[in-house]
């Protein structure tokens, strides 16, 4: 095979495999960005429930608290 023929596929394997790696890190950046948002959100659902246990708390156990 000529050293330009082997040359050529040399490089058009590497802009394959450059390619290929590209895409792998573009879909990892968007998989993280997703999980990212799911845990966010579950976060931010358990926060609310615990500030709205905190404030409604007293209402329900009355006898938890003794006025001082």
Do not use: C, W
């Amino acid at each position: 095979m000529n050293t330009l023929q082997e040359l050529e596929r040399m490089e058009k394997e590497s802009n394959e495999i450059e390619a290929r790696m590209t895409k792998i890190e573009e879909d990892g950046l968007k998989n993280i960005l997703k999980h990212f948002d799911r845990i966010h959100d579950k976060l931010f659902t358990f926060n609310n429930i615990l500030i709205a246990a905190t404030l409604h708390f007293p209402k329900l156990v009355p006898f938890l608290y003794l006025p001082y």
